[in-house]
């Protein structure tokens, strides 16, 4: 199965400064990856999704970086601003059609502003 | 933009009534799923549905645990027999078909159930 980790549990930023959100999996056959948001009472929200056919892919402010060789993923999100305070979740699934997602635990970010 | 719907947003139920939880998910997807999220812990798989039938579970979905997609557009779960731990988030998720590469699944802002 998969297992999917996070490094820090919390992450406080100053506004306008970026964010690292850091990840760590273990399954070596996963092929896609994917980073959803958390705001409070709400349900997990789609950011960023990244294929292990790549290393890099970046969104609107936003920007995964995939290492297979450490089994590594990282969310960076540029300019940080109040509204990114939420809980960080990375997701890993194989190729499967109907795989589930195995979330970790959650990185929550806080920015001061 | 399209929304995975679930009603109702906070249940209350005292523990061994029956709950069916309700979810609407996007219109053009085809493959359904339940999460829950016990408080401050991490989201958690319970069940997949394709095709009107389950296509994986988790152990958390015992045989008190069903689902069903009744009509052409809502998903339930049901839950026979509540206890306490079953307090809890309940999230339901929608994907697109899944030959389209990185389709990710999307999430509706999930029911609180409480059990009393």
């Known amino acids: 199965g998969e297992s999917v980790g996070l490094h820090l549990p919390t992450l406080s930023v100053q506004e306008g400064d970026n964010s690292i959100i850091n990840c760590a999996y273990s399954n070596s056959a996963s092929d896609y990856f994917i980073w959803y948001k958390q705001e409070s009472g709400k349900g997990p929200q789609f950011i960023i999704d990244i294929r292990s056919n790549m290393d890099k892919r970046q969104g609107q402010r936003v920007t995964v970086l995939l290492n297979k060789t450490v089994k590594h993923l990282s969310l960076q999100i540029a300019a940080t601003q109040p509204g990114d305070s939420a809980v960080y979740f990375c997701a890993g699934v194989t190729g499967r059609r109907n795989t589930p997602l195995v979330f970790g635990k959650g990185t929550r970010l806080s920015v001061i502003a | 933009e399209p929304e995975v719907t679930q009603t109702p947003s906070h249940q209350v139920t005292q523990m061994g009534q029956e709950v069916i939880l309700r979810c609407v998910p996007i219109s053009n997807h085809l493959y359904f799923y339940w999460y829950r999220q016990i408080l401050g812990q991490k989201v958690e798989f319970l069940v997949s549905?394709?095709?009107?039938?389950?296509?994986?579970k988790s152990e958390i979905f015992d045989d008190q645990f069903s689902v069903e997609r009744p009509d052409g557009s809502n998903f339930t779960l049901k839950i026979r027999s509540t206890k306490l731990e079953d307090s809890a988030m309940y999230f339901c998720a929608s994907r697109v078909e899944a030959d389209l590469p990185g389709q990710p699944q999307h999430f509706g802002d999930g029911t609180r159930l409480s059990i009393l």
């Open positions: 549905f394709y095709n009107n039938e389950i296509s994986e």
